[in-house]
């Protein structure tokens, strides 16, 4: 069976499904290992920039391969690839953000659980979505 290869969109879409779909499922399943995991990282003085350097990097790249504004779950990975890079942008302009965002955030093993599975959920429309309709 040939299949044709990927637009551009297509790649970006199913790549972000992916990761929304495995990260979210490890947050859900190993919350305490990433709390551990995050909370020695979380105090380094440069965690800031490279948190905010990955997110305006990874956003950047979702933002100029897909800048996609339709009635439809597609809008999703635009939505993700603007908040990745305004959160980036702000970490590195404004690293005092970064500490105050955490102290704000609870990191208990229900709300890192909480966050994989919005991800796990997120990641299962944009498949659902890409399933009907590819």
Partial sequence: MIHEPLSRQEFVEWFLAAALLVVGASLLIRSRVWIQAFSGVAS????????????????????L???????DARVLVTAIGWLAAVSGALFLLVPES?????????????FVAMRGLVRLTLGGVLVGYLLAHG
């Fill in 98 to 110: 970064y500490n105050l965002l955490l102290r704000r955030l609870p990191m208990t093993p229900r």
């Fill in 44 to 63: 380094h003085p440069l965690a800031p920039l490279a948190s905010g350097l990955y997110a305006l990097l990874v956003g950047i790249a979702i933002i």
């Fill in 65 to 71: 391969t897909h800048n996609v504004w339709v009635a």
